[in-house]
Nanobody, 123 residues
């Protein structure tokens, strides 16, 4: 099983970014796919989830309207579009997969997770 995030980097405040997560080794459409992040010195923050087989997305109240999760099951890829980036969005962003829709405090609570991609918002 592999989850490989990409698309992070240094972005100016107000900018936009799209993160990708390429999944392999499991049946993507049978899992809830989730984005979480961990800022320096802080705990894991759940951001958004979507069922790999389709359906409505779920968002944390703190990111509604700025973050958009999507998935393309044909190539087993999960995306997270982020707009109006703020310095507080600086964090390592992880994608995770689980049979259940989880809002977890640890990556280990998910069945699978990736290595993360760093997003730094700074001028």
């Amino acid at each position: 099983v592999q989850l490989v995030e990409s698309g992070g980097g240094l972005v100016q405040p107000g900018g936009s970014l799209t993160l990708s997560c390429a999944a392999s080794g499991f049946t993507f459409t049978n899992y809830y796919m989730t984005w979480v992040r961990q800022a320096p010195g802080k705990g894991l923050e759940w951001l958004s989830s979507i069922y790999g087989g389709g359906g409505w997305p779920y968002y944390a109240d703190s990111v509604k309207g700025r973050f958009a999760i999507s998935r393309y099951s044909a190539n087993n890829t999960l995306y997270l579009q982020i707009r109006s980036l703020k310095p507080d969005d600086t964090a390592v962003y992880y994608c995770a997969a689980d049979r259940s829709k989880r809002i977890a405090g640890s990556l280990h609570d998910y069945a699978y997770w990736g290595q993360g991609t760093q997003v730094t918002v700074s001028s």
